[in-house]
């Protein structure tokens, strides 16, 4: 655990060829940049398991449909 805090940073986007992202077990809260994230054609594992986030689940399922290849946790 980081203790990081905040929203999950949309700026991820910018980093195209991301593959995984690890950032469970954090304070992040709010909601998902899923239309941000959803642009991260190269993503294969998406860890957000607990954070603060806001409606968490619903979020990663319209990720998780949008990047088909990815495994998002939540």
Request: contains cysteine; glycine residues 8%.
């Amino acid at each position: 655990m980081n203790e990081l805090t905040g929203p999950v940073p949309a700026e991820l986007a910018n980093a195209t060829a991301l593959q995984g992202l690890h950032f469970g077990f954090n304070q992040f809260g709010g909601d998902i940049p899923v239309a941000e994230l959803a642009r991260l054609g190269a993503l294969r594992k998406l860890y957000l398991n607990e954070n603060r986030l806001a409606n968490p689940h619903m979020q990663a399922a319209e990720l998780a449909r949008q990047l088909p290849k990815c495994v998002v946790s939540v």
